[in-house]
């Protein structure tokens, strides 16, 4: 027996958190009827999502993928933009591990296994991610200092765990900034508290995991071994 949120997680439909938020709007039924958050189910219970029967026990993937500029971070756009789903060549429905902005770029992991997306999502597990960032005008010593030791941003204190000078123009800067972070835009929102505008953002690591060799737009499945490696984080 498992929790219903578990199984329809692990089927790939959708996160966990989701699947929670679907229980308490009376849209999942278990064997007929309305389903309740928590309630345990087994193979032989017949789960409907949304009026459609869950297809359970769907083979998990993963992939990383080296986002291009202009693509949604979802698995659906109402207004028919292009996906990250959509770079992928699979007939498993998938879905992203967290966002990137529509004008950010760099490494996102899509998979159909909520379970692996909830430990990486879930803010104890202090996943680390690694962006590097062109920033309008020059960060003072100062501004770097106080950004180094922590900055508030929505009542919440962002410290870095790594924070790196890479380039300095006249009018622009190259700030290597890694993060255990997961907040919306969290870091055009560190940038803007000290007054610099964000111009371009790239994701470069996710935990252990770096974009290597891929080109933008490109991916490729992540092997067994790094998979176990991303459950360790639990």
Known sequence: MERLQKVIANSGLTSRRKAEELINSGKVLVNGKIASLGMKVNDSDIIMVNGEVLEKNEKKVYYMLNKPRGVISSASDEKNRKTVVSLIDTDIRIYPIGRLDYDTTGLLLLTNDGELANI??????EVEKTYIAKIEGNLTPQEFYSLKKGIMIEDRKVIPTRLKVRKTTIDSQIIEISII??????????????????????????????????????????????????????
Request: no cysteine.
């Open 120 to 125: 990486l999502m879930h803010p104890k597990n």
């Open 181 to 234: 972070e997961g907040r919306n835009h969290i870091i055009k929102k560190i940038f803007a508290a000290l007054g610099h505008s964000v111009s371009k953002l790239k994701r470069e690591s996710y935990a252990f995991l770096s974009l290597g060799n891929l080109k933008s737009g490109e991916y490729r499945e992540l092997t067994l071994k790094e998979v176990k490696k991303l459950y360790s984080f639990k």
